[in-house]
């Protein structure tokens, strides 16, 4: 399954958007790019799925280009809240399903 | 209650003994996973399922045994515990139905100590 790499960490300020930008340049045909988020001492949560082109939902949007070998969660006006870890996952699709390589993600800190 | 959940939440232990921690999903998912966190470090796969009495290894197998003989449940058993098993264990499910590609959706974790 595709190995992704992403910055280590990223520092912003409030208000500001915030883009974290993964790689994952052996993705398969079938598979999505899935991004979570994990605060202290809690399991991740899901932020945004997608395939190719763009993906918005109420909280991020996620930009993938056509060669789908990266791509970009953007998060619009950053709040203190934000501080957290995050992950980009290539979720493999039928037989793949079940190999998952979170690595240890980018970690975001949001300053006042 | 709904969703996935984990127990203990909690556990101290010793080197050498068994260790068993539950997971269990209320969604019917057909995936399911076990990852553990080593401190300051990322989610690393364990085992998971695909489908009852269907399990598989992932990075990290070695010391660790699962069974899934009813879709909802998936335990993980610590078969003789060692201190560099300390770590906090997370489960997962997640299924392909409709628009939801595998997403996973994670139980609050149990943070397992080994003295």
């Known amino acids: 399954l595709a190995k992704t790499t992403q910055p280590i960490s990223m520092d912003s300020y409030e208000g500001q958007e915030v883009n974290i930008t993964c790689s994952h340049n052996?993705?398969?045909?079938?598979?999505?790019i899935t991004w979570y988020q994990q605060f202290p001492s809690q399991g991740p949560r899901f932020i945004i799925q997608?395939?190719?082109t763009k993906v918005t939902n109420e909280v991020a949007s996620l930009f993938i280009p056509a060669d789908r070998k990266s791509s970009t969660l953007s998060l619009p006006r950053v709040s203190l809240s934000d501080t957290a870890v995050y992950y980009c996952?290539?979720?493999?699709?039928?037989?793949?399903?079940?190999?998952?390589?979170f690595g240890d993600g980018t970690t975001l800190t949001v300053k006042p | 209650d709904a969703g996935i959940t984990q127990s203990p939440r909690y556990k101290i232990t010793e080197t050498g003994r068994q260790v068993t921690l539950m997971c269990h999903q209320t969604?019917?998912?057909?995936?399911m996973f076990w990852y553990r966190q080593d401190l300051g470090h990322g989610l690393r796969l364990i085992y998971y399922?695909?489908?009852?009495?269907?399990?598989d290894k992932g990075e990290v197998p070695d010391g660790y045994v699962v069974s899934r003989s009813k879709t909802e449940n998936f335990p993980l058993t610590l078969e003789s515990a060692t201190r560099s098993q300390t770590s906090v264990y997370f489960c997962?499910?997640?299924?392909?139905?409709?628009?939801?590609?595998?997403?996973?959706?994670f139980g609050a974790g149990t943070r397992l100590s080994v003295l």
């Open positions: 997608g395939y190719k």
């Open positions: 969604w019917s998912h057909s995936y």
């Open positions: 052996n993705i398969a045909t079938n598979d999505y």
């Open positions: 996952l290539v979720t493999g699709y039928n037989t793949n399903a079940g190999k998952s390589t």
């Open positions: 997962a499910s997640s299924d392909s139905v409709g628009d939801a590609k595998n997403i996973q959706y």
């Open positions: 399922s695909a489908a009852a009495d269907i399990t």
